[in-house]
C-alpha cells in the first residue's frame, strides 16, 4: 500500500527545529501548501546566541534570525506568526491555534519546543527566566556592571549565564543543589573542572545548595533565601532550572505524551503526524534506548528527518543521530558528542584537566556512548564520533585512536 | 551557486565538514574554512544540506 503523497502540510513550531522541517520540505520538491506557525512573534531565530552573544551585548538582536528576508519568502511559506497552537484533532486533521483558527493538513510536524520550568516566584519582578529573545534583551538591561545577579541552577544555562554576566562586570553568585554541577550530566571531572573556571573568574558557587525562597521589598526580589535560612541579596535573580515540553495543546490530540511527544524511531507520533527537536521523545535505536534532545544540532537534524519521512514513508530511515552540543563559558568551548547521560564511567583519554584542555570518554556497559573535549580543538573529537556513529564497544574505542572508518 | 560562510558566527560544531568535506574544513579552534565558495553542481545537494544543518546558520548560499 503507497499513501497518498502529502498536499496540505503544516509544522506548528517556528524555531529550528521547525523552519528546518519546512526548508527540508521545499528542498525535497514539496510544492504543496506550507504552513509554520509560531507563538512569538519573531521570525524564526537562534537560541544558543540568548545565553551568550546577546547576553553580553557582543550582537545586536538581530544577528540572531536564522534566515534573511528574502531566504525565508523563496520558501513560500503561509507564515503564521504570534499566535501559538491550542488543540489538535487527529480525527478530521485539524490544528486549532489560540485565536480560534483553524488549519486542516493531511501532514504535520510537531516541533513546538520546551520552556523554562518556573518557580511561583518566578513572576516578581526582578525575576528572570531565559528562553526567548525577550527575556534574553530584558536581563541584559539589569546587568549593569555592579549589579549583583543570582543564579539558581548550575547547568549548561545557568552557568553560561553566570560567565557572561561576569565578563559583563555583574557580581555573581551561582547557586547548584548537587555536589558538583553537571555531574549528572558530563561526569565529576569534567563537572569539577567547570566549577573550578566560575571560581577563577570570580562567580561565587555555593553547591549543596538548595534554594527556599526569593526574598521581596517594595515589590521587588531583594536576594533568595536558602534552606539553611540565609540569604544571598540580589538585584536581579535568573531561574535556570531546566525546561518542560510544550505539549499541553496535544493533551485531547490522543498522541501520547511522556515528557514530550513519544515518537517511534521514525520520528512519529501518529500516521501522517511527526515531531522533531526539543519537544520530540523517540527510540534512537543507535544507542537503542528513548531520547529527547534539547540540543540545537538535534532540532535541525530532527527536523530534516522528520520532513524526510514525512513525505516518503514507504522509504522511511530511522533517525539514529549521533546527538551533539557545545557549550562556551568565558573563553573555554565545551564540545560533546554521544549520549553522555546515565554514563556508568567518565574517563579522561587525552589531556589533562590541569593544562585547561582534555577529551573525556563515556561508557555505558560496554558500549562507548559518548566523548566530550574541553578547551581542545574540535577536530580531536572526530574519530571519537565515527566511532560513536559505528557503534564502537568501549575496549575497542580505547584501544589506541579510534579509526575514523565511518563510511 | 556561491557558499559563504559568516565566521564569527560559526560555532564550531563541524557538521558542514561532515556533509561535504569538499567545501568546508576546520581551523585549529573548529571554525570553518571555506575550501571551495563555488562548488561544481554535483556537490549541490551536499552543500545545500551544509547550510541546513549548520547549528549556527553560518553558512548562506547565493544562487547563481
Given amino acids: 500500500m503507497t499513501s497518498v503523497p502529502p498536499r496540505r502540510i503544516v509544522v506548528v513550531g517556528a524555531s529550528a527545529a521547525g523552519l528546518t522541517a519546512a526548508e527540508t520540505l521545499r528542498r525535497a520538491g514539496y510544492d504543496g501548501s506550507l504552513t509554520l506557525v509560531g507563538g512569538e512573534p519573531h521570525p524564526p531565530y537562534d537560541r544558543p546566541p540568548l545565553s551568550k552573544q546577546v547576553l553580553t551585548g557582543a550582537w545586536e538582536p538581530e544577528r540572531v534570525h536564522l534566515r534573511r528576508p528574502a531566504d525565508l519568502d523563496a520558501l513560500a511559506l503561509d507564515l503564521r506568526l504570534g499566535v501559538p497552537a491550542a488543540a489538535l484533532a487527529p480525527a478530521t486533521r485539524t490544528v486549532t491555534l489560540a485565536d480560534g483558527t483553524s488549519l486542516t493538513y493531511d501532514g504535520l510536524i510537531i516541533a513546538t519546543g520546551v520552556r523554562p520550568r518556573r518557580l511561583p516566584e518566578c513572576d516578581t519582578p526582578g525575576v528572570h527566566v531565559l528562553r526567548e529573545l525577550g527575556d534574553a534583551l530584558a536581563l541584559r538591561e539589569r546587568l549593569t556592571a555592579g549589579g549583583r545577579l543570582v543564579v539558581v541552577g548550575a547547568g549548561f544555562l545557568g552557568a553560561e549565564v553566570a560567565a557572561a554576566a561576569r565578563t559583563l562586570g555583574a557580581t555573581v553568585t551561582l547557586v547548584e543543589p548537587a555536589p558538583v554541577p553537571l555531574a549528572h550530566a558530563v561526569g565529576q571531572q569534567v563537572g569539577a573542572h567547570l566549577a573550578q573556571v566560575h571560581r577563577d573568574h570570580g562567580v561565587d558557587l555555593r553547591t549543596g545548595t538548595k534554594v527556599a525562597g526569593i526574598t521581596t521589598g517594595a515589590g521587588r526580589a531583594t536576594g533568595v533565601l536558602l534552606s539553611d535560612g540565609s540569604t544571598i541579596p540580589a538585584d536581579d535573580v535568573l531561574i535556570a532550572v531546566g525546561s518542560e515540553p510544550n505539549t499541553e495543546w496535544l493533551e485531547d490530540s490522543g498522541l501520547r505524551l511522556a515528557d514530550g511527544v513519544v515518537c517511534d524511531r521514525y520520528s512519529a507520533a501518529a500516521p501522517g503526524i511527526y515531531a522533531a527537536g526539543d519537544v520530540a521523545r523517540w527510540h534512537n535505536p543507535l544507542f537503542g534506548t528513548d531520547m529527547r534532545v534539547e540540543h540545537r544540532t538535534n532540532a535541525a537534524e530532527q527536523g530534516m528527518a522528520a520532513a524526510r519521512n514525512l513525505l516518503a514513508p514507504e522509504q522511511a530511515k530511522p533517525f539514529a543521530p549521533v546527538p551533539s552540543f557545545w557549550s562556551d563559558q568565558y573563553d573555554l568551548r565545551i564540545q560533546a558528542f554521544g549520549h553522555l547521560r546515565d554514563h556508568d564511567e567518565a574517563r579522561v583519554v587525552d589531556g589533562d584537566p590541569a593544562d585547561g584542555g582534555f577529551l573525556v570518554a563515556y561508557r555505558r556497559g560496554t558500549a562507548l556512548t559518548g566523548a566530550l573535549a574541553v578547551g581542545m580543538p574540535p577536530r580531536v573529537l572526530r574519530p571519537w564520533r565515527a566511532a560513536l556513529a559505528a557503534g564502537t564497544d568501549w575496549t575497542r574505542a580505547l584501544d589506541g585512536p579510534p579509526e575514523a572508518d565511518q563510511t | ?64
Fill in chain 2, 1 to 64: 551557486m556561491r557558499v559563504e560562510v559568516d565566521q564569527p558566527k560559526c560555532v564550531a560544531s563541524g557538521q558542514c565538514v561532515l556533509v561535504a568535506p569538499q567545501v568546508f574544513d576546520q581551523d585549529d579552534e573548529g571554525i570553518v574554512q571555506l575550501l571551495d565558495a563555488t562548488p561544481g553542481p554535483e556537490l549541490d545537494e551536499d552543500v545545500r544540506e551544509s547550510a541546513a544543518i549548520c547549528p549556527a546558520a553560518a553558512i548562506r548560499l547565493v544562487e547563481a
